[in-house]
């Protein structure tokens, strides 16, 4: 077998349920959540699920032990000829699409770390919550690689071109204040606080409309090239949310004085 085995030990994401909202745990803290193999495909797997089950609406992300994600696990790691490194590498990729992709809101709750692969996780959730001493750092260089889990994309589009290139290029580290003014994490809170504050923020996001917010989701992460292209987008997004349930549900909400009930029909 050609890259990584897969180890056949017990879970490495760890599911709990708050009403609408699921929540996925990366529980390897003996390895500060760092990405095997076996997290990745779980990860991927864990997160069909989600959109799968009727009653999720929004998926929140977080480590268990104090930590968000050290990266990849860099004890499963060694020099090896291209061909064997693409499974671990495509693996990672489906991670990234599958956050990407989801219809569903994502949150990452960052405590703790979130380095190398854990930031190319944060940076493709839709809403960071960070802790105040949270550590975000790209740390490829430091075993000669560059970047992936999406970061060279994500990245430049959080916080910019030239701070990307920064963070990438001279692997600088920042704090979850730092993250929170440079745009790379959406919230702020206290240490320990992350996960209860990134529930409550899910729990908001599930009262939304789901139907709109995929929309939302859809246009941002797959960006039109130019003008014309993004209002075809919004034309075709917009004109099919006309003709649903949740519409009709806002517009009597509206004039009744009254809070929406959306049903994602």
């Not at 975000?136 to 990245?155: E, H, K, N, Q, Y």
Request: with cysteine; charged share 25%; proline share 5%.
């Amino acid at each position: 077998m050609t890259g990584e085995a897969i180890r056949q030990e017990a879970p490495a994401i760890r599911r709990e349920h708050h009403g609408a909202v699921r929540v996925l745990l990366l529980d390897r803290p003996d390895r500060r959540n760092a990405l095997d193999m076996q997290m990745r495909h779980e990860l991927v797997d864990r997160l069909a699920e989600a959109e799968a089950d009727p009653e999720v609406r929004v998926v929140v992300l977080a480590g268990a032990g104090g930590t968000f994600c050290a990266g990849g696990d860099l004890s499963t790691m060694r020099r090896q000829p291209v061909a064997e490194s693409r499974p671990r590498l495509e693996a990672a990729q489906r991670v990234a699409r599958a956050l990407f992709d989801l219809r569903l809101p994502v949150v990452a709750a960052v405590e703790g770390h979130a380095i190398g692969a854990g930031l190319g996780i944060a940076a493709a959730c839709d809403q960071v919550v960070a802790a105040a001493d949270a550590r975000f750092a790209a740390s490829f260089l430091g075993v000669g690689l560059a970047a992936d889990l999406g970061i060279s994309w994500t990245l430049p589009r959080r916080i910019g071109l030239a701070r990307a290139r920064t963070m990438l290029m001279t692997g600088r580290s920042l704090t979850g204040e730092q993250a929170a003014e440079w745009g790379l994490a959406d919230h702020l809170v206290g240490p320990g606080r992350a996960l209860e504050e990134a529930i409550a923020l899910a729990a908001r996001l599930a009262a939304g409309p789901p139907l709109a917010i995929a929309a939302v989701k859809r246009l941002l992460n797959h960006p039109a090239d130019t003008a014309d292209t993004a209002l075809a987008a919004e034309l075709a997004e917009q004109g099919a949310l006309f003709d649903t349930a949740d519409f009709a549900e806002g517009l009597a909400a509206v004039r009744e004085k009254r809070r929406p009930c959306f049903t994602g029909r």
